[in-house]
């Protein structure tokens, strides 16, 4: 019981911290970035075939993806 009610007063106080964080910062008033869909596109992959940085983060997600596969072998393996 003690333990509970401690816990919900320590998530009051941080919901309380994230409340006054949040309200504390000084937004940016006027127009929102006029950024779109196709210019993240042609950043992301480019216009032409050998520009952008598309193959650079499928290189990355496949990397992240092996790793995850090895951390989950290694956590699985059976002690001998």
């Not at 964080?21 to 050998?50: K, Y």
């Amino acid at each position: 019981m003690n333990g509970s009610i401690v816990r919900g007063l320590a998530v009051l106080a941080m919901a309380l911290l994230f409340i006054g964080a949040i309200m504390s910062v000084d937004w940016p008033s006027g127009d929102i970035d006029q950024t779109t869909n196709e210019r993240v596109g042609q950043t992301l992959f480019g216009v032409s075939s050998d520009s952008g940085y598309g193959v650079v983060v499928l290189l990355i997600g496949l990397l992240l993806l092996v790793a995850i596969m090895g951390g989950i072998f290694l956590a699985k393996e059976e002690a001998e």
